[in-house]
């Protein structure tokens, strides 16, 4: 079933994050009305139109409950015994096509991959933005399926992944 959105609620749309329902226009596309949404991508001034009939096509869905946070929180604290051996452009593929899946814990994984790799090897400058992208969308989202700041958000991230590098001063004496 298509999800039904209303003036003023929060969607997610892949790759672009949260973003608001604006309003609902009716244009005319090929000599036939066709309406649709009216979105903007939450701090920013990108607006975005998708017909209302393509809703599940595109992947808008609503933002996640509070009761799916805590999966997403059980994906960042996964910690997988082997990772990727393949390139880095082969492996930022891969995650992209996982980032506009739309899907959260898609966009999880790919976060929580991205940051235990960098741990492990330098990141190329691709993954080093899929990286920020990633944890962008998930803490944007994060916010406002628990209705709290980002900064408090992005804390708890950290504290997720404290455990994926060595404490400064244990790099300082290998130095």
Same mark, same amino acid.
């Given at each position: 079933?298509?999800?039904? @959105? ?9 790759? &672009? ?15 036939? &009305?066709?309406? @649709? ?5 939450? $701090? ?38 082997? @990772? ?7 492996? &930022? ?19 929580? $991959? ?10 190329? @400058? ?5 990286? $920020? ?29 404290? $455990? ?12």
């Amino acid at each position: 079933m298509q999800p039904t @959105f209303k003036i003023g609620d929060k969607a997610v749309y892949p790759a &672009q994050g949260v973003t608001e329902i604006m309003g609902i226009e009716t244009m005319e596309i090929s000599g036939m &009305q066709q309406n @649709f949404y009216v979105l903007r991508v939450l $701090d920013t001034e990108r607006k975005i139109r998708i017909p209302i009939n393509k809703v599940n096509s595109v992947g808008l869905r609503s933002v996640i409950t509070v009761e799916e946070v805590e999966e997403v929180y059980e994906i960042l604290r996964e910690r997988p015994e082997k @990772f990727d051996q393949q390139t880095w452009n082969r492996r &930022q593929r891969r995650y992209w096509e996982k980032i506009k899946t739309g899907s959260v814990y898609d966009v999880a994984e790919v976060l929580r $991959d991205l940051y235990l790799l960098k741990y492990d090897k330098t990141l190329s @400058f691709g993954e080093k933005k899929m990286l $920020d992208t990633a944890q962008n969308l998930l803490v944007k989202e994060l916010s406002i399926a628990r209705e709290t700041g980002e900064l408090e958000i992005e804390q708890e991230l950290e504290g997720i992944f404290a $455990d994926a590098h060595p404490p400064e001063e244990e790099l300082a004496a290998e130095a």
